[in-house]
């Protein structure tokens, strides 16, 4: 966990020092008057995607917030878990769609929700479920959603600088050689931080299941659930997998990756149970595993880690 955290804050180095750079080439290049109205632009509208993000989330996913007489064990449940990660009680939603998957957000720890869907709760069992719930609860300790809005902020001002530049770049004067250049090279920045935050987001994945994992869920529970998810998911058609197009990152696993993930962790069941146990967990800590290059190019463009590479490491924890 220790290099997790570290390449965590060298990440964070490397966004803000980009961001700085920029700043830097703007003021010395052309003022920094514009640069602060695209910055202030962006910022608001960060802002404003903060304040009624949770609404949007409310209504795409179609959440009814429960109480402990409604579902009195998935109540325990969370409760149970918020009192181990000494976090506020947050609010539970069950989100009527098909996909089996859970998700947490909120704008701060005490205005934290988590959230299942209807597929979830008849899919898993208390101990995979509980599992999937600690994930989640980490998230909200972690203070992941704000952290994640926050570094997203920083392509979204490289690209709104990127478009800016290089519409003005059209213009025949003698700056155009220089504005024209900015615009690409802050095209070439949001792409590459772009990266960066997504690469952020797998990171705080890793965290959550080792948060899991410390809250009191063994391995193999979560390894188990996150199995089932990617089973679940895998047999849904894409009309029900486009229920939740837009909110995948929220998700404890990307549901639209299930068809490639499902071939590669089919092969760690070995007795065809349907689940991974401790056994075959401990059989995977042996293995080393690698990753094509499609694979590979398919988790660097992705919210989520390689799942296999995830189980891997879950292979690796301790209760």
């Not at 959440?63 to 409604?70: C, F, Q």
């Not at 590459?192 to 410390?214: H, K, M, P, Q, W």
């Not at 679940?232 to 939740?244: C, D, I, N, P, V």
């Not at 293995?287 to 189980?311: C, V, W, Y």
């Amino acid at each position: 966990m220790f290099f997790l955290k570290l390449r965590m804050w060298l990440l964070v180095a490397v966004l803000f020092a980009i961001i700085y750079a920029v700043m830097v080439m703007l003021g010395t290049s052309l003022g920094i008057t514009n640069f602060y109205f695209y910055l202030g632009l962006s910022l608001f509208m960060m802002f404003i995607q903060y304040m009624i993000g949770p609404r949007l989330i409310e209504w795409m996913m179609r959440i009814r917030y429960v109480t402990k007489k409604d579902y009195p064990k998935l109540y325990q449940m969370v409760e149970d878990l918020a009192k181990k990660a000494e976090v506020p009680l947050p609010k539970i939603g069950i989100a009527q769609i098909h996909i089996p998957n859970a998700f947490a957000f909120g704008r701060t720890i005490k205005d934290g929700r988590v959230c299942v869907t209807e597929g979830i709760l008849r899919l898993l069992n208390e101990e995979e479920l509980r599992a999937v719930l600690g994930h989640e609860i980490s998230h909200l300790k972690n203070r992941d959603v704000l952290t994640i809005t926050l570094l997203s902020v920083i392509p979204m001002i490289l690209y709104r600088i990127a478009w800016q530049f290089l519409f003005y770049g059209r213009r025949r004067d003698e700056r155009q050689t220089n504005t024209a250049l900015i615009g690409l090279v802050a095209f070439l920045l949001y792409f590459i931080t772009n990266l960066l935050v997504l690469y952020a987001s797998r990171i705080r994945e890793y965290f959550a299941d080792r948060g899991a994992v410390l809250l009191g869920n063994t391995p193999s529970s979560l390894a188990s659930a996150l199995y089932k998810l990617v089973y679940g998911s895998a047999r849904l058609s894409k009309e029900a997998l486009k229920e939740a197009e837009g909110l995948r990152a929220f998700f404890v696993n990307d549901p639209s990756s299930a068809l490639s993930e499902i071939r590669e962790l089919s092969q760690l069941d070995l007795d065809k149970s349907g689940t991974i146990d401790q056994k075959e967990l401990e059989l995977l800590r042996s293995q080393r595993i690698s990753l094509s290059f499609g694979d590979r190019l398919l988790e660097a463009l992705s919210t989520h880690p390689n799942m296999l590479k995830r189980i891997k490491l879950l292979s690796t924890y301790r209760v």
